[in-house]
């Protein structure tokens, strides 16, 4: 049952609940029950006459594996933003690959290796580092609010925006106006150029009708020239301006040196408190193993720092979306991980050796970190991708209305130059 975990994981503080606590620890873990629920082991076959491979605790090894993948997907998917318009999530992505390096050492030394081998003290270790250094991850990210907008912005990844979607969206309405030598502009000073042509063709047919027709063939020809100059003034219509890419591949070309440097200097000292922390952790569980308390200080006393700092960060913030069910998934996780401690003994004379607590805090920890990992995942969806998008879809939709109305500007001018083509050739007509 359980005493064998606590036992080999937590020595000093097992040895201090059976000398302080003896009948508190004799009713939660009955030794008459820790003797009928031993750890169970399963045989394998592996056929071609080799020996079976042995599983130990075969409940608990299927959902090692799962907190597994959990981990190496949260890890992957939040280890560095190709979006630059999220913020970067550098600590909770370690957080998820030191849960899985947690899991993988957790299925070595719990289901593989016998207790007696000479790799159990290394992969005990690296479980307790493992499980510290997801713990003080997760908690540094709710200090350093990762997932707020303020660490984006002291790491230099917004640019000149001013929230997800911001810079997106501004460059879309600026892309949108019509400037002085747009298509816009040159239609209307094609319009503008039409009527005051037509306008100077009156007096020649005035002229004409007197009995001028050369005088007025050659103000027709010089009217009808100077409306083609005009609309061969007008510049050209610019082309289109790209949108804003998904990919930051730099800091913008306009940013002061003294801003660069201060986006490297806070991604720099955010970098080195991450890897002091978690360095010291680790060096604390390997080298430190036989200090009294060690463990318990890092597994337990760093969990539960953890479960209430991530726990205060979220209650702090709006939740938005379907944040209230993986917080709430989050808590049922910690419930079910902390109930295998009273429900130990009840699980083994129910269930089998099968059934334990250890089986309950691992399928509780996999609910806790999926939980956060849909809750951040929730939160970089919704905060920031979405208005980025709509930011994006907004400034093209106004960007293909500016073109449709240069266009039929553009359609209109045209009109009024062939009315002005027509007229001179009714003018040359009557000079004949």
Known sequence: ????????????????????????????????????????????PLGNGSAPLLVRWPSIAPLIILGLILGLRGHFSFQTQR?????????????FGFYSAMCLAALVCHCLLPRSSEWQLAMVSLDIAATG????????????????????????????????????AGAGAGAAKAPSGSAPAAAAAAAAAA???????APTEVAVAAGAGATAAAAAAAAAAAAGAAAAAAPPAPEPAKPAPLVQTGAAAAAPAMDRRAAARAKRQHVINL??????????AFWGVRV?????AIYIGLAAAAALGVGAYVLRRRMVGRQPLWFGLMLAGAGVALAGIPLDAHLCLWLGPHANHVVLLFGGCDLIMYGF????REDLELRYDRPYYEGRRAAAAEKAAAAEKAGKAG??????????????????RRGR
């Open 373 to 376: 990992s849909q809750y951040v």
């Open 1 to 44: 049952m359980s005493t064998e975990f606590i036992d080999v994981f937590f020595p000093y503080g097992s040895y201090a609940l059976r000398k302080n606590f003896p009948k508190i620890f004799t009713r939660l873990f009955p030794p008459a029950l820790q003797r009928i629920c031993t750890r169970p082991v399963l045989a394998l």
């Open 292 to 296: 009294p308390y060690m463990a318990e």
């Open 195 to 201: 009527p005051s042509a037509a306008a100077g063709t």
């Open 275 to 284: 890897v002091t922390g978690n360095g010291l952790i680790n060096i604390s």
């Open 83 to 95: 979006k630059w318009h999220r913020p970067p999530t550098p600590a909770i992505s370690l957080s």
């Open 133 to 168: 250094s997801c713990a003080f991850s997760a908690l540094y990210a709710c200090l350093s609010d990762e997932l707020g907008d303020s660490l984006r912005k002291s790491w230099g990844g917004a640019g000149a925006g001013a929230g997800g979607g911001a810079g997106a």
């Open 411 to 428: 359609g209109q001018g045209k009109g009024q130059s062939g009315a002005v083509g027509g007229g001179g050739g009714e003018v040359r």
